[in-house]
C-alpha cells in the first residue's frame, strides 16, 4: 500500500511547518474580506495559522497577516478573529 502524503501548512505566527488539518484557516475573499474559514474550502487567499491566540498575536506583531494577505487588517477584524479562536474552544496563551 501506498503512504498517504501529508499536507503541510506553516504558521503565520510561530513560524512552524505542521500538518493542514492542525491548523486554522484565515481567508481573505475575493470582497476583500478577512475572516476564519473552518472548512477550509471557501474562495479567496488562505493563510494558516495555529489555534493559539500567542500565534496570531505573533503574526500581528510581526506583520505576517498583512504581508500574506497584501492589505493592512483593521483592529477590528484583528478583535474578531480573537473571538473565533475562542469560540473554538482555543485555549488562551497557548
Given at each position: 500500500m501506498k503512504i498517504k502524503k501529508i499536507p503541510m501548512r506553516m504558521c503565520l505566527g510561530c513560524q512552524e511547518m505542521k500538518p493542514k488539518k492542525e491548523l486554522i484557516r484565515i481567508v481573505k475573499t475575493p470582497e476583500n474580506v478577512i475572516d476564519?474559514?473552518?472548512i477550509g474550502k471557501r474562495a479567496g487567499r488562505?493563510?494558516?495559522?495555529?489555534?493559539s491566540e500567542d500565534c496570531l498575536r505573533k503574526a500581528i506583531k510581526a506583520?505576517?497577516?498583512?504581508?500574506?494577505?497584501?492589505?493592512?487588517?483593521?483592529p477590528e477584524i484583528v478583535d474578531r478573529l480573537k473571538e473565533r479562536l475562542v469560540s473554538?474552544?482555543?485555549p488562551k496563551g497557548v
Open positions: 476564519i474559514d473552518p488562505g493563510a494558516y495559522i495555529c489555534p506583520k505576517r497577516v498583512e504581508k500574506a494577505f497584501g492589505q493592512p487588517v483593521p473554538y474552544g482555543v
